[in-house]
């Protein structure tokens, strides 16, 4: 499927019923030449990618060409899906290589995750909650997340965020659940560190990594 030349737009707010599409359907008509049924795994699929890829890259547009990447990627390896897999499992691991490679390739420049997430220690005290906005946070975050590696941020990002199992993440980027549990563990303390040398006024004592 490389070697074919095909455009599409992605919506990020319009999409078929998740409910009634079956991806598996949808990949073995479109490697069997059906457009449509692409372009419809392109809507369905788009808001997802989207959101990731603004949680990992800051800038909306450069996000939303990551995004067009992930799908040219789809396209051309759509061939290679083994049904066996979960799609969205087997999607996330493209889209997980793509923001990886790409933000490896900007290490000297900013670059950030985009998303209003907790950047103090877990408390079980609603008190302990900072209140701020979601662009303080964004600006927050991206600013301490220079220190995280691109995996690591991958990790913080589909666990925290996206609400992901440590399991689902381990299938995903293909390693072990300890392994993804040491990112997370390592990203969190990074981010502490970053958000206490920095900001000082959002630190709080006494709290859980």
Sequence with gaps: MGATVYKFTMNEYESPDAGEVDD?????????????????????????????CRRMIADREEARDIAQLVFIRLWEKLDTYDSSWQFDTWLYRVVS????????????????????????????RPSQTVNL??????????ECSKALTPLQKQVFVMREIEQMTSPEVA???????????NHLFNARKTLQRELATKYPEYAREGGRS
Excluded: M, W, Y
């Design 24 to 52: 598996r359907k949808l990949v073995e008509r479109a490697v069997a030449g059906d457009s449509a049924a692409f372009e419809d795994l392109v809507r369905l699929k788009s808001p997802r990618v989207l959101a990731h």
């Design 133 to 142: 906005q979601h662009a303080e946070v964004d600006s927050i975050f991206a």
């Design 171 to 181: 299938e995903i980027l293909g390693c072990r659940e300890s392994t993804v549990r």
């Design 97 to 124: 290589n793509v923001t990886i490679d790409f933000l490896r390739s900007r290490q000297t420049r900013d670059n950030a995750v985009n998303s209003p997430l907790r950047l103090v220690r877990d408390s079980s």
